[in-house]
């Protein structure tokens, strides 16, 4: 499948949109949760994966089962995971999960939470697993097989999807063949959402961010909670100037073994303090956003092939 690049997206001219409330900056929370779903020696793979842990390099022998690596994932389905969920239970906040299917078949604790909550669930695959290594008709009936899934254990349909990382140059064909997906955010090179034409039919992309991510906690710039509570005010006070001239975006990437730990919450509620009382913010889940957009900027406005 031929994907063009778009080096100009929409330049100096974006749609002039405000968001609910007359906000001009929408701020999404995004909890990844893949935990369970990773490549493990007991699912066949041939190695664990170590991948957003705290070994920035795998101490153990590649083929060798890495039980530390193991259970620093455990970490965040048997603790973290729960300490994101009283964050923002307790103060009512919207929550998206980037959810992949086999994480939540093992942690049905977690899988009840999500479903007994108003938080929309993204699908991000049925195991956290690279789709750009996957031929088209596995990666179809992954697709499938996570839809299902995710739809049979939270009692709604995921809406979005998520690949980790990277899409396969057929991804967003196979979302648009399924037919259950209304946006995918396989994406970085926007703030703002954006319409693509797949096999002659119009898709959203919502753009997903690594750079607001918590990922850089480990092996990455930041060392602290409140290193990452500070960078996040430094790209929302950006952004909030910004917006005075053209609506923007704010995604905050967290992950259960990674943010779940309390020194690196901290920065969280550091951040939530800054934005919370303003009435310039939208606090959004994912699925309002991409609604909201395609209410207000409908198919046509942008598009580019895809």
């Not at 994966?49 to 795998?58: F, K, M």
């Not at 303090?273 to 909201?292: E, M």
């Amino acid at each position: 499948m031929d994907i063009q690049r778009d080096f100009v997206g929409y330049a100096e001219s974006p749609p002039d949109i405000r968001w609910p409330g007359g906000a001009r900056l929408a701020v999404n929370f995004v909890l990844n949760y893949e935990e369970g779903s990773e490549y493990s020696l007991e699912d066949g793979d041939g190695y664990s994966d170590a991948t957003l842990t705290e070994v920035a390099q795998p101490r153990v022998p590649r083929g060798d089962r890495d039980l530390g690596a193991e259970s620093m994932f455990e970490y965040g389905s048997r603790v973290g995971f729960w300490r994101i969920v009283r964050f923002f239970r307790d103060r009512g906040l919207p929550l998206t999960v980037f959810a992949s299917a086999l994480a939540l078949e093992r942690n049905p604790a977690a899988a009840q939470a999500v479903a007994d909550s108003d938080w929309d669930v993204v699908c991000h695959g049925r195991r956290w697993i690279e789709h750009y290594l996957l031929d088209e008709a596995i990666e179809r009936e992954e697709i499938a097989r996570a839809f299902d899934s995710i739809h049979r254990l939270v009692g709604r349909p995921p809406e979005g999807w998520y690949c980790r990382y990277a899409p396969s140059p057929v991804t967003r064909k196979l979302l648009v063949e399924h037919g259950g997906f209304t946006y995918d955010s396989d994406a970085y090179n926007d703030e703002l959402p954006y319409w693509v034409q797949v096999e002659d039919r119009p898709h959203l992309v919502v753009p997903y961010s690594l750079v607001t991510n918590d990922a850089k906690l480990v092996g990455g710039p930041l060392v602290t909670g409140r290193a990452f509570g500070e960078f996040l005010i430094d790209s929302f006070d950006e952004l909030v100037s910004e917006a005075g001239l053209h609506p923007r975006m704010m995604s905050v990437g967290m992950h259960a073994r990674i943010l779940g730990h309390p020194g690196r919450i901290r920065g969280l509620h550091t951040f939530l303090a800054h934005i919370q009382d303003r009435d310039d913010v939208w606090i959004c889940r994912r699925r309002d956003l991409a609604a909201h957009w395609r209410a207000v900027v409908p198919p046509g406005d942008g598009e580019i092939p895809a």
